[in-house]
């Protein structure tokens, strides 16, 4: 078995001075600075959000927890912020203390018979994990590649794509309860992962997420591909395994083609992601001719992107001709900013939408982000 430590990365009691490992951290790391006043628009991928009364970024575990726990304990609203890549934040800002989280550093145990265990700190970009898994021979990833945010996000949301969920690979969460302020740390069968969903969603301002351990087989062949349209774009059967780098450079190019890959220069990048969840319905709910997908508990699931294009909203669509915020010109799921949108531009589209789709089908949408200050 092998020990590899990627750091700086800290696993001491996070109440506690941590010591710090030096080694080369994966990917890449953005600078930024925290202040007064500082606009929360840059920090999220939608670019829409007013200022922090305080910005802190915290690098370390320490400064991570020493922040919240401080404006826990002195009363002041504080909103701990990864990647942004799943939150619309109102024109207001956040009349708080707002917490980036910008740890590094990765640890992997790994062994012929047991795989890779590996644990990875919250404020690590997901998509560079991704790349050193692959790197690795770590299966499973690649198909998550382009999900833009953080690992810490990741159970949070479950966040999955091309039939994956990164809950398949999870073998604990080490979080802060800020509740009962101390450390607690679940285990994959504690954290309740759903479609889109886990215990920390469901109570989305108690748990600092510190870390992800996942666990993952060895090999440079994927895991097998149970997403149809994927398998036609890697030109084999539902089913079947191929090169891992070939799943990502595939999956990547799918979801250029849907604008879900970031790209400063593309006003259809300029999102939140799917905008809304796929809705689990009853069976007899399902429009004719949309897909349909049965679930474990009798429901199925549906496409909320047929939903909105059958309902008469198709890609590009605006409220108005000179409105800020539209659909995306590629894939009717996202809400894109097309320069200088404001959260009001987003909530107004959104309503819109779901009113729409629910006339037409009476089948109401779910907002996959996360609102701050500002309501749909």
């Known amino acids: 078995m ?29 600078c930024l600075s925290g202040g007064e006043d ?47 890549s799943n939150v619309l934040v109102g024109d207001n800002g956040f009349d708080g203390t707002v917490v980036r989280v910008a740890t590094s550093g990765l640890s992997a145990e790994v062994s012929s018979c047991g795989g890779a265990l590996v644990t990875v700190a919250a404020g690590q970009v997901w998509d560079d994990f991704v790349v050193h898994a692959i790197e690795q021979e770590w299966i ?16 949070i949301q479950n966040v999955g794509a091309y039939g994956v ?3 398949e690979f999870i073998a ?46 060895l090999g440079t062949r994927s895991l097998p591909v149970r997403y149809a349209e994927l398998a036609r774009r890697l030109g084999v059967e539902p089913g079947e395994r191929v090169d891992t ?12 083609g849907k604008g879900m890959v970031l790209n400063p220069n593309d006003h259809d990048t300029w999102s939140a992601g799917s905008f809304f969840t796929n809705p689990l319905v009853s069976p007899d709910q399902v429009p004719e ?5 049965a679930q474990s508990d009798g429901r199925v699931k549906t496409s909320a992107a047929w939903l909105i294009d059958h309902a008469g909203y198709g890609k590009g669509f605006k409220v108005a001709e000179d409105a800020l915020a539209s659909l995306s010109t590629k894939h009717v799921l996202a809400l894109t900013n097309r320069g200088g949108a404001s959260s009001g531009d ?9 009113d729409g789709v629910r006339d037409v089908y009476g089948i109401t949408l779910v907002p996959e982000p996360r609102l701050i200050g500002c309501t749909i």
């Open 346 to 354: 987003f909530t107004t589209l959104a309503r819109t939408v779901i």
């Open 2 to 30: 092998s020990t590899t430590v990627i750091g700086p990365y800290e696993d001491d009691d996070p109440t506690e001075a941590c010591s710090t490992i030096h080694h080369e951290v994966i990917g890449t790391t953005t």
């Open 289 to 293: 001719g949309a897909p349909a997908f």
């Open 38 to 84: 500082v606009p929360l628009a840059p920090l999220t991928t939608l670019k829409v959000g007013g200022p922090a009364r305080h910005l802190v970024v915290a690098t370390t575990h320490d400064e991570l927890l020493a922040t919240v726990r401080d404006c826990d304990r002195r009363g002041e609203p504080c909103l701990v912020l990864g990647g942004g």
């Open 165 to 167: 969920e990164v809950g």
């Open 172 to 217: 604990r969460v080490r979080t802060w309860d800020r509740v009962d302020d101390t450390q607690r740390t679940f285990t994959a069968d504690q954290c309740d992962f759903g479609y889109r969903s886990s215990r920390f969603k469901a109570e989305p301002d108690r748990y600092v997420v510190l870390d992800v351990t996942m666990q993952f087989n």
């Open 140 to 155: 499973g990833p690649e198909f998550l590649s382009g999900i833009p945010g953080l690992v810490g996000s990741t159970p």
């Open 245 to 256: 780098s070939q799943v990502r450079e595939t999956v990547l190019a799918v979801r250029a």
